[in-house]
């Protein structure tokens, strides 16, 4: 049975940082694209990062997150991270770990598995 655990979230003000950690059993990390979304209260869920590797290693990343966010992968640890600095009061959301067969997808509805998602709180 795949299970997506995320962890790390939590308060911080604003300017410092974050890091979650995204903990994949039932699939190998590697062998998908490995998203990151988040979703504020009373708001859609949106895209916030991916990551692939497919003889080389492949990124993509939300406007509103590039230069700030960093996602990787530990494929030892079979987890993803999303490094998340500088942030802001809009960064607050439910941070969801998500997985996909298909390329680079920022599309909710490309991802097949999904995380429980773990709270951030910005404070101004």
């Known amino acids: 049975q795949v299970q997506l655990v995320e962890s790390g979230g939590g308060l911080a003000p604003a300017g410092d940082s974050l890091r979650l950690s995204c903990s994949a059993s039932g699939l190998t990390v590697n062998n998908y694209a490995m998203g990151w979304f988040r979703q504020a209260l009373g708001k859609e869920r949106e895209f916030v990062a991916v990551?692939?590797?497919?003889?080389?290693?492949?990124?993509s990343y939300a406007n509103s997150v590039k230069g700030r966010f960093t996602i990787s992968r530990d494929n030892a640890k079979n987890t993803v991270y999303l490094q998340m600095n500088s942030l802001k009061p809009d960064d607050t959301a439910v941070y969801y770990c998500?997985?996909?067969?298909?390329?680079?997808?920022?599309?909710?509805?490309?991802?097949?598995?999904w995380g429980q998602g773990t709270q951030v709180t910005v404070s101004s």
């Open positions: 990551i692939r590797w497919n003889d080389d290693l492949y990124t």
């Open positions: 998500a997985a996909s067969r298909t390329w680079l997808p920022t599309s909710m509805i490309r991802y097949d598995y």
